[in-house]
């Protein structure tokens, strides 16, 4: 007798995921990092409070300028997380940057950011 094992990958349902993305660069774009930390997937508000949140965007703000343009720069996949990419503009950096935010569908089925990253991250402040 010969056994066989099938491997069922089922699709992921990425409606609604990009508009996650969307809104959380553009809150951020917007200045309003209430927003933006509202649409963080609760993984990531117990690893940053509310107040830390707020206080690094607006340090950010102050260092290398608010954003001024951002441009979707494509997406990729890891299971089931999703990454948009986005190519940032910050008034006070004469390069732009890509930033990766990661989303993810919670247990009620809602897409939420479970991370936000740069490459190489950004110059020393000063």
Known sequence: MVSRYFTHSAAINTTGAKSEADNFVQAVANRNYNQAYNDLATQRTRAISRDKFLRDAQAEDSCYGPVTKYTDAGSTSEGDTLIYNYTITRSKLANTYVLHISVQKS????????????DGGQPACG
């Open 107 to 118: 247990s009620a089925g809602n897409w939420q950011v479970m991370d936000y990253t740069v």
